[in-house]
């Protein structure tokens, strides 16, 4: 079974520091994407950041970078410079190829002023 | 570009009725998925259609049951509903796989359904 496990149910930081979100999945595939999701409070759920499998570089989206361990099977989620918009469920997702994408169960980040 | 469009947004319904959420997809974007999301089993995947076709199924009773039409849009049935049903019902769309956009989720705001 391919599982994804958010460790962290809940997390706050104070507005401008630094947090980091933490992800494992289980898988046997080889050739997947990973992504982190936000869903803002009563908003939809959009796009943070995504990463193929095969790259091994770590992607970066502005304030928001992953570190990406494929061996360990770990897909982690660091926020810089923590902004009070960022306060939102983060959703870990796997997909395999041509495969439905699974969530993790979500941490609810609250930033602090 | 519209995003995704999902209707109704919120609905009633009791025990034992059926209900029916409509799920418009991003201009071009061939693939569907629905998601069931509750405070308890998280975001659990329902199905997805990709022209016409059923592509993927989740582990849902078939009471749960989809659709999609020529022009993509894709409709959902809960028939028989249990109080459990009561969730934000997720739909998303994407673009098929093969290209460097593949996999990428756009969501809709989701349709709450209450079950009394």
């Known amino acids: 079974a391919q599982t994804v496990t958010q460790s962290q149910p809940e997390m706050s930081v104070q507005e401008a520091e630094t947090v980091t979100l933490s992800c494992t999945y289980d898988?046997?595939?080889?050739?997947?994407?990973l992504f982190w999701y936000k869903q803002p409070p009563s908003r939809q759920m959009i796009l943070v950041i995504r990463q193929e499998a095969y790259k091994q570089q770590n992607a970066t989206e502005n304030r928001f970078s992953v570190n990406f361990q494929k061996a360990a099977k770990s897909f982690s989620l660091k926020i810089s410079d923590s902004q009070l918009g960022d306060t939102a469920m983060y959703f870990c997702?796997?997909?395999?190829?041509?495969?439905?994408?699974?969530f993790g169960a979500g941490t609810r980040l609250t930033v602090k002023p | 570009k519209a995003g995704v469009t999902q209707t109704p947004r919120y609905l009633i319904k009791t025990r034992g009725q059926q209900v029916t959420l409509s799920c418009s997809p991003i201009s071009g974007h061939r693939s569907v998925s629905w998601y069931q999301q509750t405070p308890g089993q998280g975001l659990q995947f329902l199905f997805e259609?990709?022209?016409?076709?059923?592509?993927n199924k989740g582990n849902f009773p078939g009471r749960f049951s989809g659709r999609q039409f020529s022009n993509s849009r894709s409709e959902m049935n809960v028939s028989t509903l249990e109080l459990g049903d009561s969730a934000l019902y997720l739909c998303?769309?994407?673009?098929?796989?093969?290209?460097?956009?593949?996999?990428?989720?756009?969501f809709g705001e989701g349709s709450r359904l209450t079950v009394l």
């Open positions: 997702a796997f997909m395999p190829y041509n495969n439905d994408m699974r």
């Open positions: 898988t046997s595939e080889s050739n997947y994407y």
């Open positions: 998303a769309s994407s673009l098929a796989g093969g290209t460097s956009l593949a996999g990428e989720l756009f």
């Open positions: 259609y990709f022209s016409e076709t059923q592509r």
